[in-house]
């Protein structure tokens, strides 16, 4: 199947809700991010988490399978360091082959629960394919 | 931290000695890694005229201080491999430096294997038994019970054998003494013939697993589970011998399946390259799943924001080691971890107490804050161990300025 999508993909308003309401995981507030790999081959995925007032972590290896699509919460992510809930923080993701990333967040601690959805900012590669 | 495989003897003492985790660091006057029982004899023997210290170390996997010294530190590396083998009656003869992957190859090939493991198996024979690590599964003891037999240097820099038929009560002793009884050089183990395992991860909500979490425990060869502090699911990780194996799918999705011997699928962590902190209580079985409970609300409702690593929850068979966590009682035990990069302990300190007040013993090879004051209620055996070690080492060639405060000696 073609390429579709970038290899370098951008988060800028990352804040995982501290607080959650309902049943979990299925409620859980959350930062999230979608990925489509629409490839014949595996997309191995290296993330680095940049924060307000200290160095960046990373990379956090994760792996999405040929032609399947994979949700990752960054709830989820303990190596190599956890995330921090309710701070700030923004997500450089680079893919060994294009990809489509969605960022989503449902906070579940409010009164309403509310659900964002975005796509990620994609960066013109400037490495090889994925036009 | 270099995430290069990590050995004991790569060290050397123009650096500070480091544990496994990093978060133990200090810097012996030396370091030394004898290839024989007879030197190591000797080095005792030194020590006790120059009126020094000397403490083993294993693969440094620990991370409480019971053998951080700044006097002679002796890696038993040196001391390793498969000795001798008894295939009929499935007994071993090995050196207390092997580290159990490497020993669970030579034992695969003479048809035999280690009953059980822990989640690594980067241990060393004589680290796992003195320190009383364990597995998963209410039929398996800790490793300690697999020491029948073997020799050991005393403080006076002599070599002593004993065997569990002639002297039952100090094998009971020494099994978990952490080098303060002597140092284990060889080791005769009780093991299984060699056997595959079938390993499967099933994932589900937490309270439908507690519902089931007695049966769960009783059904499977070997079971224990994470809980995700996160999400607040679980995953539990059953092992059986193939054909035997269960399926949770009406209320579980399955997440990993895998067949081998038993020192491939049931450490599963061995290679992981990203370090962490541990705290660990044992405490009677019927008291695991309140006090599980009571550990879920409190890291609910303070500590979500900065933990996100699971707990693990495992089951102990009694033992009659004196210093053994699972000493006459069966148990469970629940590990707490935190990335070693993060803060850790006003995290553990704040949930030792409900581990303490549910009967918890702590691991002696990870955090905790007790001395001997608060752990001589905890072991029926205490004073008769105290009385032993004092006749084996009044000298204290063995002790250190921890280990004097954790023992009250």
């Not at chain 2, 065997?163 to 080791?187: H, K, M, N, Q």
Request: charged content about 25%; aromatic content about 8%.
């Amino acid at each position: 199947m073609r390429a579709i999508g970038k290899r370098r993909w951008t988060i800028a308003g990352g804040r995982i809700p501290l607080e959650s309401n309902g049943p979990e995981p299925e409620f859980t507030s959350r930062d999230e991010i979608a990925v489509l790999n629409c490839c014949d081959s595996p997309a191995r995925l290296r993330i680095h988490i940049h924060y307000a007032d200290r160095p960046a972590v990373g990379p956090y290896e994760v792996e999405v399978a040929a032609r399947r699509v994979r949700r990752i919460r960054f709830n989820d992510l303990i190596f190599p360091e956890a995330l921090p809930l309710d701070e700030d923080f923004g997500a450089v993701i680079d893919a060994d082959i294009p990809v489509v990333v969605q960022f989503t967040r449902l906070d579940s601690g409010t009164a309403s629960r509310i659900a964002v959805a975005a796509a990620a900012y994609a960066e013109r590669n400037l490495q090889g394919s994925g036009r | 931290m270099p995430n290069t495989p990590w050995s004991a003897t790569s060290q050397n003492l123009g650096q500070d000695f480091h544990n496994w985790s990093g978060g133990l660091r200090f810097r012996p006057s030396r370091l030394d890694v004898p290839e024989d029982e007879e030197t190591v004899a000797a080095l005792v023997r030194a020590a006790a005229r120059q009126g020094r210290s000397i403490r083993p170390v294993g693969s440094a996997h620990s991370s409480s201080e019971i053998y951080v010294t700044d006097d002679i530190l002796v890696s038993m590396a040196g001391i390793c491999g498969l000795r001798e083998h008894d295939a009929q009656h499935h007994r071993a003869t090995v050196g207390a430096g092997s580290q159990l992957t490497e020993l669970s190859k030579e034992l695969q090939a003479a048809g035999m294997t280690l009953s059980n493991f822990g989640d690594v198996a980067t241990q060393t024979v004589g680290g796992a038994i003195g320190t009383g690590t364990h597995g998963s599964g209410r039929d398996f003891p800790n490793l300690s019970m697999m020491l029948v037999g073997g020799r050991l240097v005393t403080a006076g820099g002599e070599i002593r054998t004993f065997d569990v038929e002639e002297e039952p009560d100090f094998v009971r002793a020494l099994r978990v003494s952490f080098g303060t009884l002597g140092i284990l050089t060889w080791t005769t183990l009780k093991l299984e013939p060699l056997h595959d395992l079938h390993r499967q991860e099933w994932c589900l909500a937490f309270e439908p697993c507690m519902e089931v979490l007695d049966k769960l425990s009783r059904e499977n060869r070997n079971f224990d589970f994470y809980w995700y502090p996160r999400s607040d699911e679980v995953k539990i990780r059953c092992l059986n011998p193939p054909g035997e194996e269960k399926d949770y799918g009406a209320f579980a999705r399955l997440a990993k399946d895998e067949t081998g011997p038993p020192h491939e699928v049931i450490p599963q962590h061995s290679d992981l390259p990203h370090r962490f902190e541990e705290m660990e209580y044992s405490m009677p079985a019927e008291a695991g799943p309140e006090c599980l409970g009571k550990l879920r609300a409190r890291i609910k409702e303070r500590w979500r924001r900065s933990v996100g690593w699971r707990l693990l929850f495992r089951y102990i068979k009694a033992d009659d080691s004196w210093l053994s966590e699972a000493y006459g009682r069966d148990s469970v035990s629940i590990s707490l971890h935190q990335n070693a990069t993060l803060p850790y302990w006003d995290f553990f300190l704040d949930l030792e107490p409900i581990m303490r007040d549910h009967g918890g013993r702590p691991h002696w090879a990870k955090k905790h804050s007790l001395r001997a004051a608060e752990l001589r209620p905890l072991y029926p055996m205490w004073d008769r161990f105290l009385a032993l070690r004092q006749e084996m080492d009044p000298g204290g060639r063995f002790l250190t300025r921890y280990l004097r405060g954790l023992l009250g000696c």
